[in-house]
T-cell receptor, first 116, second 112 residues
Framework: GAVVSQHPSWVICKSGTSVKIECRSLDFQATTMFWYRQFPKQSLMLMATSNEGSKATYEQGVEKDKFLINHASLTLSTLTVTSAHPEDSSFYIC????????????FGPGTRLTVT | GQQVMQIPQYQHVQEGEDFTTYCNSSTTLSNIQWYKQRPGGHPVFLIQLVKSGEVKKQKRLTFQFGEAKKNSSLHITATQTTDVGTYFCAGRKDSGNTPLVFGKGTRLSVIA
């Protein structure tokens, strides 16, 4: 149990286009999902906290108009990278926290974004 | 803001040697979690520590939470090649819905 999927697993896009990444909790409900960004050989940097039915809370330095987050249901959150630039190329990982109260976070497999 | 420091950044050991990674927080933590990320993979939850001075074991892995709840360690006894990966600690400063703050991780290499 506690499986989180992400789609796509990798994407290449041209500079200036937008890319949507989906994060789904497959066998549990998640009121809270987190979006992280990880550069090669670096740690996970929290971008935003996404709560179902409300606006996401962005970390300092993360542009909310560039990284649009929508958490429309208890099993789905999306991250849209708008007007992507090469510097947005990174590994984006989502995680979901079970509504049962456990503080364990289950991570998705990540999405490798390359902007050319 | 809250910071979580982790050392060492890298560790190379011979198979069979022990390994320890240390985690220190700038603030008192409500709980601390440890994750393992294999090369090319995503972080996988290992354990959560909540109580001051708590010690938990998982086979060859021993996790400790400091008395002041500001530091933690992960010790692996007799490393194996399957232990290769990056170990992250992640702390939460309160028991609410605040997100985890991750350390930079310790990358472990095991030489057979």
């Amino acid at each position: 149990g506690a499986v989180v999927s992400q789609h796509p697993s990798w994407v290449i896009c041209k500079s200036g286009t937008s890319v949507k990444i989906e994060c789904r909790s497959l066998d549990f409900q998640a009121t809270t999902m987190f979006w992280y960004r990880q550069f090669p050989k670096q740690s996970l940097m929290l971008m935003a906290t996404s709560n179902e039915g409300s606006k996401a809370t962005y970390e300092q330095g993360v542009e909310k108009d560039k990284f649009l987050i929508n958490h429309a249901s208890l099993t789905l959150s999306t991250l849209t990278v708008t007007s992507a630039h090469p510097e947005d190329s990174s590994f984006y990982i989502c995680s979901a926290r079970h509504t049962s109260g456990s503080y364990e976070q289950y991570f998705g497999p990540g999405t490798r974004l390359t902007v050319t | 803001g809250q910071q979580v420091m982790q050392i060492p950044q890298y560790q190379h050991v011979q198979e069979g040697e022990d390994f320890t990674t240390y985690c220190n927080s700038s603030t008192t933590l409500s709980n601390i979690q440890w994750y393992k990320q294999r090369p090319g993979g995503h972080p996988v939850f290992l354990i959560q520590l909540v109580k001051s001075g708590e010690v938990k074991k998982q086979k060859r892995l021993t996790f400790q939470f400091g008395e002041a709840k500001k530091n933690s360690s992960l010790h692996i006894t007799a490393t194996q090649t399957t232990d290769v990966g990056t170990y992250f600690c992640a702390g939460r400063k309160d028991s609410g819905n605040t997100p985890l703050v991750f350390g930079k991780g310790t990358r472990l290499s095991v030489i057979a």
